[in-house]
């Protein structure tokens, strides 16, 4: 290249620096990536801005309420004594009793026969008769064909033996034994003779 040529290119290079204006210059450096002397950027509340400041206030007071409650009387010993109400009583009335059939009367005297000789002849050597003198002491009592008689021995040593009863049927010229002694209530007497010849027999 000939020094001619040298002078032109230097002279160009010189003339484009001129027409754009003085060299660049360098770019700033980070604070973070630059020096490690530059303080570190804060994003908090120091950058700077006044904080606002907060005044706590005091509540106000009202006026103090007491209520007082009235004070119960303590209990005895042994705590409180319920009271207990008397139980009512139910007064229930018995039903009525059903009355009793009444005893029926007694058959009354016989009007003809069989009469006295009649019963003493039915009952004169019958087994537990005693052989001694007898006679009819009450009736005979005549109830349709039914007839009850009562017989106790005389004289000596009557006062010993018990009276005897005597129920018949039939009439006189006909009569038959039914019971003599001293318990005559056999079921025959309860379940077939009248009633005013079973009361004077068993006593119902």
Known sequence: ???????SLA?????????CGGPPQPLPTSPTYGSPSAAPISLG??????????????LPTGPTSTTTYPTLPA????????TRRPTPTTTTTAPETVPATPTPSHAPRCAS?????DIL???????????KPLRV??????????????VEVTGSGADDLEPLMVVATGPGDALA????????????????????????????
Do not use: E, H, N
């Open 121 to 131: 002849a039915l009952i004169k050597d019958r087994p537990g008769v005693p052989d």
């Open 11 to 19: 002279f160009a290079a010189v003339a484009l620096v001129g027409a």
């Open 75 to 82: 209990y005895p010993t042994g705590g409180p004594t319920a």
């Open 177 to 204: 034994l039914v019971a003599a002694g001293t318990d005559v209530c056999i079921d025959r007497v309860q379940t077939s003779a009248p009633p005013g010849i079973r009361v004077l027999a068993c006593g119902f």
């Open 1 to 7: 290249m000939s020094p001619r040529t040298r002078v």
């Open 137 to 150: 002491y009450q009736g005979p009592f005549c109830s349709g064909a039914w007839s009850f008689a009562t």
């Open 113 to 117: 026969r069989p009469a006295q000789a």
């Open 45 to 58: 509340p120091s950058i700077g801005l006044p904080l606002p400041t907060t005044t706590t206030q005091p």
